[in-house]
């Protein structure tokens, strides 16, 4: 941005305005496994068993130069399913305001446990027993 300089009465130089933002969020979910093994057996069958259900809020709030308090953000409503060596998970990414976006997103998850695949190379501690 160029800044106008009564002084010398024309433009003098660029001036970047990157305001400072926090990128905060908040992540509610529930290990189905955990119910059926200490709350109470519902039931559910082995697939399931390993589910968590997952909503999450991802948000960012801008907090100086010009545009001091406004929030953007996204929530994020999804299943993760927890196997022995890897993860899988699936979200839907939904805009919280007219400022984040209009579509609806996605996104997906792949995490695999290189530990437990190799526990005897990579899986070991890296001093000591």
């Known amino acids: 941005m160029r800044v106008f300089d009564p002084e010398l009465g024309a433009f003098s130089r660029e001036v970047d305005r990157n305001p400072v933002s926090l990128d905060w969020g908040l992540s509610f979910q529930y290990n189905l496994g955990y119910l059926s093994d200490f709350v ?14 997952v909503v999450e809020f991802s948000l960012d709030s801008c907090l100086n130069r010009g545009c001091s308090g ?7 409503p999804g299943l ?22 209009h579509q609806v ?17 990579l899986g070991r501690p890296l001093i000591g027993d």
């Open 80 to 101: 993760i399913w927890v196997g022995r060596f890897v993860q899988l998970g699936v979200a839907a990414q939904v805009p919280l305001s007219d400022r984040t976006g």
């Open 40 to 53: 109470k057996d519902i039931g559910l069958p082995a697939p399931l068993r390993r589910m968590v259900p």
């Open 70 to 76: 406004v929030t953007t953000g996204t929530v994020n």
């Open 105 to 121: 997103g996605g996104l997906f998850l792949v995490h695999v446990f290189v530990d437990d695949l190799f526990p005897r190379s």
